[in-house]
């Protein structure tokens, strides 16, 4: 880790323990990580930084458990089971503490280009490309009228409905490690077509990963296409 990643690490835990202090004193956040409280103060303050080892104890313990629970409580259901994580993805702050916790949890490749599909999956593949330091890139459902080469995914649903992402050519290139992520992952179809456009520029995947997957379908399908880690932070029935 050079000393620039490091730092990041640092800033990273950090942010973690301000978001858990905002409802806990100081005691209480030093029951809930071992920490001494009088640490914890000078760390949420900015005076003094955890050394790397603590950061990523924070990040991976506590961080882990305390922001998946805060993920699962701010995921909407209608009555007909439809998802609503509008509280999740329109969160960009949020976003930024789950992206380290997301990024340690299944071991993916450090990725050059972080590949997501229009609308949702934007706000978080923001966040893990800023992790990661890699480029940010989304797929849309139409055409961008001032681009002229693409490279496009089309899949028949189950529906019989048509479906085609496109992503401009320029924005991967053969040999990127892509890692695919999306806020959802349902049926895998959007997914699926995400790796089409890897394997259409060339590109290697470094991982699939979600923050919900809804069912074990998509999931699986994700997990049939490809050998890189696969995996979601968060699963509903
Ligand atoms: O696993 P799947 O069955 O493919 O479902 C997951 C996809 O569905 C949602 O997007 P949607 O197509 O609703 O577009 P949006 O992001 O613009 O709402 C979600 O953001 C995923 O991209």
Request: glycine fraction near 8%; include cysteine; charged fraction near 25%.
């Amino acid at each position: 880790m050079n000393r620039a990643e490091k730092a990041a690490l640092q800033l990273q835990a950090v942010a973690v323990l301000g978001m858990l202090k905002e409802t806990r004193t100081y005691d209480e956040l030093a029951d809930l990580t071992g920490l001494p409280a009088g640490d914890l103060n000078r760390y949420v303050n900015g005076h003094v930084l955890p050394g790397t080892d603590r950061a990523r104890e924070v990040i991976d313990g506590v961080g882990h458990e305390t922001l998946t629970a805060e993920l699962e409580e701010r995921i909407e259901l209608d009555g007909e089971g439809y998802v609503d994580n509008s509280g999740i993805v329109f969160d960009q702050p949020f976003l930024d503490l789950l992206a380290p916790v997301a990024a340690e949890s299944f071991g993916f490749e450090r990725p050059d280009v972080v590949l997501t599909a229009a609308t949702d999956g934007i706000t978080l593949a923001s966040a893990m490309a800023r992790y990661f330091d890699a480029r940010c890139a989304y797929a849309k459902k139409s055409k961008e009228t001032a681009i002229e080469e693409f490279i496009e995914a089309r899949d028949r649903l189950d529906s019989g409905i048509e479906l085609t992402y496109y992503l401009p050519a320029s924005a991967l290139s053969a040999g990127d490690t892509v890692l695919v992520v999306d806020d959802l992952i349902r049926s895998g179809e959007t997914q699926e077509l995400l790796l089409d456009i890897a394997a259409g520029a060339d590109a290697h995947v470094g991982g699939v990963f979600a923050l919900i997957a809804a069912g074990d379908e998509g999931i699986e399908r994700a997990r049939d296409r490809t050998d890189a880690p696969v995996g979601a932070l968060s699963r509903l029935d």
